[in-house]
């Protein structure tokens, strides 16, 4: 068995199967991980990190197979992390992936992994980030995020991935109306897949209208902020179907794809490269890192803090017997939350005190 250490080098040293059990430790929070994931941060930062996502049906697996295939014959390097969203022991997710993706099937230099995002409050786990910090610290040149399709993956995308492409089946304009109540606003590209069949000129012009009104002072397009800015992400629930102008520099552009057949895919990876080239010359990309990392600290906190807690509830009887003790009349909510604290924010004080 080896050390973490050890697999850490082996992992540096370009071992996949190194590569898969860092991230197995990493999702299953396997003991030590923590220091393994800590160590990756020096070795990051090279990788281009893709999400793909979009409504359920919409194509996205074959379409990131087509991805990987064009990649690979550039010569880069690609890692596929696609998320599903029920057990990872049930095998599920990853055969179904791997016959989606039956075109990279066999090369080394394209490496799938299904990760589950069960039980996490905001959709898309930690783990996924930190099996992202290992694809990356490997070497991979292109990490490809594929979400389920559905719930907060969808928003928690743009704080994994530099560039999000949203995928949109031809439809009628109420396919339209729904993504704009949901995931459209995230979109630093939109993919019109499937573009073969009936509805999808009418789908484009649905999404050309939406990006013009930009141009005019609101919707999508325009400025020079970029979605990416937390407070685009924070404002998501309030979100009225549009962007005021100064909140975003990049004006999503349509690529039309037929996946099944690898068409407009080379396009697809075109404008990527070109969102590549304006986060870096805009400045946007060096906040969009300096957002993610202030966003993992706080959720560490958050982790950190809820089990420590969690402990201390054990010790005092369980989350039962004091919910009792509120049924009781005996105290509040609030009153045992403060006595719970209390230990955390005397800590903090100490510490201010001796600054």
Not at 48 to 53: L, R
Not at 112 to 133: E, F, H, P, W
Not at 288 to 305: G, P, S
Not at 324 to 345: C, K, N
């Amino acid at each position: 068995m080896r050390t973490d250490e050890e697999l850490l080098e082996a992992l540096l040293a370009g071992e996949h199967r190194a590569l898969a059990r860092v991230i197995s430790k990493i999702e299953n929070r396997s003991p030590g991980y923590r220091n393994l994931v800590s160590a990756l941060y020096a070795h990051t930062g090279e990788a281009d990190v893709i999400g793909i996502t979009g409504s359920p049906g919409a194509g996205k697996s074959t379409l990131v197979d087509k991805l990987a295939e064009t990649y690979r014959d550039r010569g880069e390097t690609v890692g596929i992390i696609a998320i599903d969203p029920s057990s990872p022991f049930t095998g599920g997710a990853v055969l179904g992936d791997r016959i989606r993706m039956a075109s990279t099937v066999g090369d080394m230099d394209v490496f799938v992994r299904s990760m589950s995002a069960r039980g996490t409050l905001g959709g898309l786990s930690t783990a996924t980030a930190d099996a992202v910090k290992a694809m990356d610290a490997f070497g991979k040149d292109k990490i490809i995020i594929e979400t389920v399709g559905a719930g907060q993956n969808e928003i928690d995308i743009v704080r994994t991935a530099d560039t999000v492409a949203v995928l949109v089946p031809p439809g009628s304009g109420d396919d339209i109306q729904t993504l704009k109540a949901g995931i459209l606003e995230i979109a630093d590209v939109f993919v019109v897949n499937k573009a073969d069949r009936d509805g999808a000129d009418r789908t484009v012009r649905e999404l050309q209208d939406m990006i013009q009104l930009g141009d005019g002072g609101g919707g999508i397009g325009g400025g020079d902020g970029g979605h990416h800015s937390q407070e685009v992400i924070d404002a998501h629930d309030d979100w009225d179907g549009e962007i005021d102008e100064a909140e975003t520099g990049w004006t999503p552009p349509i690529v039309e794809t037929v996946a099944t057949r690898g068409t407009g895919v080379g396009d697809l990876i075109d404008e990527f490269a070109a969102h590549r080239t304006y986060l870096v010359d805009s400045g946007e990309h060096a906040d969009q890192v300096r957002q993610r990392y202030a966003e993992e600290i706080r959720t560490l906190l958050r982790e950190d803090v809820h089990a420590m807690l969690e402990d201390e509830l054990a010790d005092r009887g369980g989350i039962d017997d004091l919910a009792e003790s509120v049924r009781a009349g005996e105290t509040d909510p609030y009153s045992i939350a403060g006595e719970l604290l209390a230990p955390v924010e005397d800590c903090l004080d100490e510490l201010d005190a001796r600054d």
